[in-house]
């Protein structure tokens, strides 16, 4: 049995068209449409390029996204399971007011011949194609080609339940899926500030009682993106997303936030034992610029507040600054800071921990001077004498590098030149006049 339903759609909705057109789109509902293949099926036939997919196939999801509050702009995500979903996909539409026809919790059932799949920062993608600058990518699938491949399920509208997982458990078999996460709070920073600045995708940190953090990533168009964030502490249901090796949550609307705990203790954190371990400005190549930091405590530290600042040349005032909240450091382990991140991982083979701008600490050329200041205004660490030019002295590293002494486990907010290795090309007697190339004199992400 074949039933259909006819939804009048503004087709303005669709493309430029005349405010006074209001040509109907029509949506089936197939009672009698089964599913005869699986996520991973489809996920499998990609081979490293864009395809167009010939197998007559049909996959089941449930819609877990929406637009109603204009978080979510032109795609749908979708879960195979209305309850412990195993795994999500979504598809690129160029259509507005999807809500309208695949609101949360609808399952649907797509045709999969004839669209393109492909993968994006690590996320499966299905839809139409986009080319720009040379590539062809997987776009939006046009709106008048929407009928012919994503069905409404005659069953309705289900519940969904949503995953309950801690920040710990997120990972990339969740993308696109539906889950609840319990006790998260604003980081304190946020505190008074919009869910979004205006027209402009924000993302607010929140954080755990453990201080683990995720961020929540919100359109500076929706319709909750003037409001102040919140203060306590709770419970947040939002779709997973996924950016390479990073995630996100994005959710439908404020619905999706319950915050009437109290907040956890301030999680800001300070230690001594956290430093810089190692300087990079290589001779042969200005981008392969970093700062290495290392946490020599048996505790992981939070981030939050903690920012490095630079003193370029001889000057007394600040001239650029890292902020490094949002993050933590594990125990005995390094964070590396790269002002080209692309370059980086070209040039040592993985990416960096946090890339940052150029100009900023992480791209001296060798002569400025650094601090590294904790959440509470204490300096835990400094590299160089601030005031003072490094050109010359035994605090230059142009071409070279600073790498600190391993005996050292902690940081000083003196400069002390004995507890440091520096080589350039045109230091103060005791450093070493030995130029440095990259990749093969450097050792980020190693303390040795």
Known sequence: MIKKVFFLVILSLFGCVNDNDFDPIETTCEANLQANATFDQVKNLYQGDILQIQEDW??????????????????????????????????????????????????IAIKTK???????????????????????????LPALKVPEHIFRSCEGVVQLEPKKIGIPE?????????????????????????????????????????????????????DFQSEIVFEENGNVTGVLLQENDDFFLAIRDLNDIDFSDERCADLRQTSNQFFFSELADPNNNSGARFVE??????????????????????????SSTIDLSGYAISPQSTFVISPNSEEFELVYGF???????TNSPADSNGDDNLELVDPFGVIIDVFGVIGEDGTGTNHEFEDGKAIRKLEVSQGNSVYTFSEWSIFNDSGESGTFNEPQNAPEDFSPGLRI
């Open 351 to 357: 990416p960096p921990d946090l890339g940052v701008s």
């Open 114 to 140: 004839g669209l393109y799949l492909g993968k994006s920062r690590e996320v499966f993608k299905l839809g139409g194609t986009f080319a720009g600058f040379g590539n062809v990518a997987v776009g939006r």
């Open 58 to 107: 049909i996959i089941e999801g449930y819609v877990v996204s929406s637009d109603k509050a204009g978080n979510f702009f032109s795609v749908l995500h979708f879960q195979d399971n209305p309850v412990n979903a195993t795994q999500g996909f979504q598809i690129e539409l160029d259509l507005f007011e999807t809500h309208l026809l695949f609101e949360p919790g609808q399952k």
């Open 170 to 222: 997120i990972d990339s078999s969740l993308t696109n899926t539906l889950v609840t996460l319990d006790s998260l709070q604003f980081l304190i920073d946020d505190f008074g500030k919009p869910f979004a600045d205006p027209q402009e995708e924000t993302e607010r940190i929140m954080e755990d009682c453990s201080g683990n953090l995720v961020p929540l990533r919100n359109s500076g168009f929706s």
């Open 293 to 318: 930091l290392y946490n020599a405590s048996d505790e992981s530290i939070n981030l939050e507040g903690w920012t490095i600042r630079r003193y370029t040349n001889a000057n007394t005032e600040i």
